[in-house]
């Protein structure tokens, strides 16, 4: 308090907040205020203070605080538990789909109908692929997608997506040209996660006008100054925006509030996931972007993404990828298989050596770098990048490539340890490819990349 005298004979006017009494009784809270005590010419001639007992707001603070505290943590448990129950529910659904599948291909095996297996094989395939989607869309709302993103001219990307968008919404949505803005910037981002983005926000625009309308897709530069780019939660810049809008029944405020969260839908029971808002949510946060919503009730809605401009000319469409049939091995390339699961070590395994390639598996980075560090032949690393042990993927070819510098990398990953793969910049030599994939797919890739 001597301290806070001394300030107060400088000529300092101030109030701090203190807690002093009995030290074994409860202590109040005082808001204690000091001033100078000035004679006739305006000279200090001394100080004074005076306090006030502000127990009771100080205890009315932390009850509020608390409270809001306990509010914050039920609504957090309450989205958690809409995440994992609607997570449970639609897995459970595939994976009922899997399995009684399989139960059935098992039984008529065993019976000697051959005949309808291929309808069991056909069903579980399709399950199985509905849950990968299902994780791809997680996984674009958690923003751990892995995504390859490059400059893109998004004018030309809408254009060539406009006949699917029509055939998707059907004859009775009226769908508007695209209103492009001219010299539009390009941005670098996946492009063909933009391009679902948009059909999911036109499947949407369609559900939300059951008697019919209009959508009308909308692109522009956006010059976010500081004030803009707050009020949209964004960091100020220039950006590319494109924008779905629709004439139908519009959200109210509430369900704009939920439209981002995970499985929250106006839609009834069996008519979508809803995750279509959310994954979008996810992509644009991870591709530096923002999304949001604007509307009315009985006036339509308007969904707006944001993308940063790029600083370069968008590349050329890319001609689509002929067809090739899985080569087999020329010379007895081999191949390391780094992975702690041992049915996809099994699988990736078995299918390389029915082609001819020599498959030396490894269930962990530690296992995997011994070899790597031996005397044995290895034309090609393939790698998980979340591997136990302390050591990942990552860590496994970095080391390995100490004694193997031009040794090629493929890691195969579940999702986006975007710090293991320096945020999508990966080292020459080095690949990727995401989980779940064909197997097919992955011999012609280790081809190609053998081969090159």
Known sequence: MRGFMERALTGESFTVTEEFGDPDLSK???????????????????AFHHAIDISPRIQAQNALAATQEALRQSQKMEA???LTGGLAHDFNNLLTGVTGSLELLQARV????????DRYVTAAQGAARRAASLTHRLLAFSRRQTLDPKPTDVNRLVQGMEDLIRRTVGPAIEVEPLIGAAGLWPTLVDGSQLENALLNLCINARDAMPDGGRITIETANRWMDERTAQARGMSSGQYVS?????TGTGMSRDVMEKAFDPFFTTKPIGMGTGLGLSMIYGFAQQSGGQVRIYSEIGQGSTVCLYLPRHQGAAEANEAPAEPIDVARAEDGETVLIVDDEPTIRMLVAEVLEELGYHAIEAADGAAGLH???SDARIDLLVT???LPGGMNGRQVADAARVARPDLKVLFITGYAENAVLSHGHLDPGMHVMTKPFAIDALANRIKDLISN
Not at 242 to 246: F, G, K
């Open 242 to 246: 494109m924008c779905v809008s629709d």
């Open 384 to 386: 998980d990048v979340g």
């Open 371 to 373: 070899v790597l560090r």
């Open 28 to 46: 109040p809270f005082w808001e204690v205020t000091y001033n100078p005590l000035r004679d006739e010419q305006g000279i200090v001639v001394g």
């Open 80 to 82: 958690v538990g809409q």
């Open 110 to 117: 065993a019976q000697g109908r051959i005949s309808e297996i």
